[in-house]
Structures are given as C-alpha cells and as structure tokens.
C-alpha cells in the first residue's frame, strides 16, 4: 500500500502538469491570434492615417474625385507607388498569417474573408496597384504563393469587366 502511494502521487501530478501545459498552450495560442488580429487593424489605421496626412494619395482609387487630377510629377508618383507598396507589404504579411501560420476556426475565416475581400477591393479599384503589382520586379519580390493570389485576383477582373 505504501508502495503504491507515490506512484498515484506521481500519477496525479503528470496528469495536472499535463492539463496545466494543454491549457497554457491554447491560452498562449488565443492570446497570439487575437494580438496578430491587433496588429492587423493597427496597421490598417496606419495607413488609412496616411490618407489624411497626404490626401492626394487617394488619387490611387480611379473612381475617386482626385483620380481626375492626378499629379503626375516623379514625386507623386513615387510617393503613390510608396503607398501602393505600403499596402503590398501588409496584404502579403496578413495573408500568410491566415493561410500558413495559424489553424483556422470560424473566427479566422471570418476575418479572412473580410481582408480577402478588402483586398479585392484595392486592386479592383486602383488601375494604378494592378500595373504596379503586374511590372516583373514587383513579381519577383512577394512570395511565389502572394504572387499567384494577387494575379488571379487580377485576372478574375479582367474577365468580370463587360
């Protein structure tokens, strides 16, 4: 009997230290996708606080009423193209969060869904982000994966128009 005590004491111990472990880890993966879905909207409000800093960039969006003015000196085009990169970047960072780092639940595809959907937006609406992304040292920069999503994206819009 007295054999047999520390062995169901040991018992008991590994089983709590495994439940302690198995829920710290699923803590530790919650806290993760909730700080990464953050970051996300931060960054969002970042750019979308270039907007207000430099209005004129909205002359990226062809239905926009700055598109008819567009500046079309080498610095407005950087800097549009700078904007236009801004959102390359976060698009491909966001995307390979929802598509390769994390297991996706209900949550995670809802939240997939809206930045796909922002996304196709952008490239819908900017004639300028389409030629940017399309030009070859654009392509040769974003991952293999990024780069086939955005041209398919590109490509369903070509064939949408009438």
């Not at 590994?14 to 700080?35: P, T």
Request: a negative charge; one cysteine or more.
């Amino acid at each position: 009997m007295l054999q047999a005590l520390p062995i169901l004491i040991s018992s008991i111990s590994l089983m709590v230290s495994l439940s302690v472990a198995i829920y710290a880890w699923k803590f530790n993966e919650l806290s993760m996708r909730r700080a990464s879905r953050e970051w996300h909207a931060k960054t969002l409000l970042d750019i979308d606080g270039v907007l207000i800093d430099s209005p004129e960039l909205w002359s990226i969006y062809d239905d926009h009423e700055l598109a008819k003015n567009k500046d079309t000196s080498p610095v407005a085009v950087a800097k549009r193209e700078a904007y236009i990169y801004q959102h390359f970047n976060f698009f491909e960072v966001v995307r390979d969060y929802y598509m390769n780092i994390i297991k996706r639940d209900r949550l995670d595809e809802e939240y997939w869904h809206s930045w796909d959907c922002y996304i196709r937006q952008f490239f819908r609406s900017s004639s300028e982000a389409r030629t940017v992304f399309k030009a070859p040292w654009t392509q040769e920069i974003y991952s293999e994966s990024f780069v086939e999503y955005v041209n398919r994206l590109i490509n369903e819009m070509s064939v949408e128009k009438p």
